[in-house]
């Protein structure tokens, strides 16, 4: 969708939003977050006038992704449904310090000349994305472990998931093995 430009906005009026990439699309929007697919992605809503130069777009987005399970990387799909508000206010004042605080209502924006709701859109999915997606059967072990085990196979032993622990026999290895060596005298 192209960003709407505030100043052609027809007479302050409700402006009903209804934002549904295309395959190619929604394809484009997965391999740009990381997703191995979006099925589905919509954003609807409505940007309605607040006061005499503000406005406030309120929807609803909602989509199916599919990600690599964070543990097997085996596809995990999820369905995401997140109510998004956005109020852009023409007064907001400009911070003017070097540091920041965030403030505690993170829907206010500074008005400026156009609304991006397609960005509002993404911006809405790719915080709604579960973080560690996690296949059904990718479970944690007794010890509180992340462990994976394909149907029908036995777990690796606890040492194998100890890479480094060799390390400290082969250091004494070669130590001695340099202790054994005869030096030549310079």
Known sequence: MTPLRVGQIG????????LQPDAAQRQEIAQMLGLDALRKFRFHGELRPLGKSDWELVGVMGATVVQPCAITLAPVTSRIDERVTRRFLADLPEPDAHEIEMPE?????????????????????????PAFPRAENANLSEQGHLEQTPPGAHPLPHQ????????????????RAEEDTPKSSE
């Open 11 to 18: 007479g302050r009026k409700l402006q009903q939003i209804d």
């Open 105 to 129: 209502d993170d829907s206010i924006e500074a008005l400026g000349q156009v609304i991006d709701i397609s960005a509002i859109a993404l911006e809405a999915l790719t915080l709604a994305l």
């Open 160 to 175: 194998t998931h100890k890479p480094f622990a060799g390390l400290a026999d082969l250091k004494a290895k070669l130590e």
